[in-house]
């Protein structure tokens, strides 16, 4: 099965800092990396997929990068509504993992 | 609008079974692979299992494989997940999801709780 290691666990940041979080997989996973958002009750919302895309409706704030084996999903200026948990999840084989998540706190 | 809705959680004894349900609308239901993921009271997200739009092909994670059962009716736009064997760790919400394409999970439910205790 293939990994998925997320950076960091926990990330303390104020409003309007640039952050990364950082996910890498135990071999490559070509592109086939999505990023999702989870709030607390709520359930997991895609922001990224195929690594890169920003799906439709997802402010341009948030951008995805990378390729292989190590990923990284930017937000430029966090807003209020930004402080979630953050997964990274790859599809490229079965079974499908995910990292363990990112937790964005607010400092 | 694509909702999905899952149901059929509740509380179980260890050894028991349960089946849920995900009822699908606003989309072509046939035409898309559809998966079970569940997350455990505080953790992280466990996919767990798949099937093809024609239910030719089926994939399941080593933690669910021979207990767990996923299977498609086209015709009632609905996705299940028979679970047997249940453990104390398989207690969790139980989200039904989309792929796109076959690629990412574009749209998930709101999940469904079970939880297995004596």
């Known amino acids: 099965d293939i990994q998925m290691t997320q950076s960091p666990s926990t990330l303390s940041a104020s409003i309007g800092d640039r952050v990364t979080i950082t996910c890498r997989a135990s071999?490559?996973?070509?592109?086939?990396l999505a990023w999702y958002q989870q709030k607390p009750g709520k359930a997991p919302k895609v922001l990224i997929y195929?690594?890169?895309t920003l799906e439709n409706g997802v402010p341009s704030r948030f951008s995805g990068s990378g390729s292989g084996t190590e990923f990284t999903l930017t937000i430029s200026s966090l807003q209020p509504d930004d402080f979630a948990t953050y997964y990274c999840?790859?599809?490229?084989?079965?079974?499908?993992?995910f990292g363990l998540g990112t937790k964005l706190e607010i400092k | 609008e694509v909702q999905l809705v899952e149901s059929g959680g509740g509380l179980v004894q260890p050894g028991g079974s349960l089946r849920l349900s995900c009822a699908a609308s606003?989309?072509?239901?046939?035409?898309?692979?559809m998966n079970w993921v569940r997350q455990a009271p505080g953790k992280g997200l466990e996919w767990l299992s798949c099937?093809?739009?024609?239910?030719?092909?089926?994939y399941y994670a080593d933690s669910v494989r021979g207990r767990f059962t996923i299977s498609r009716d086209n015709a009632e736009n609905s996705l299940y997940l028979q679970m047997d064997s249940l453990r104390p760790e398989d207690t969790a919400l139980y989200y039904c999801?989309?792929?796109?394409?076959?690629?990412?999970?574009?749209?998930w439910g709101q999940g469904t709780l079970l939880t297995v205790s004596s």
């Open positions: 099937i093809t739009s024609g239910s030719g092909t089926i």
């Open positions: 606003g989309f072509a239901f046939s035409r898309f692979t």
């Open positions: 999840h790859q599809y490229d084989s079965y079974p499908y993992t």
């Open positions: 999801a989309r792929s796109r394409l076959g690629s990412d999970l574009d749209y």
């Open positions: 195929q690594a890169s």
């Open positions: 071999q490559s996973i070509n592109n086939w």
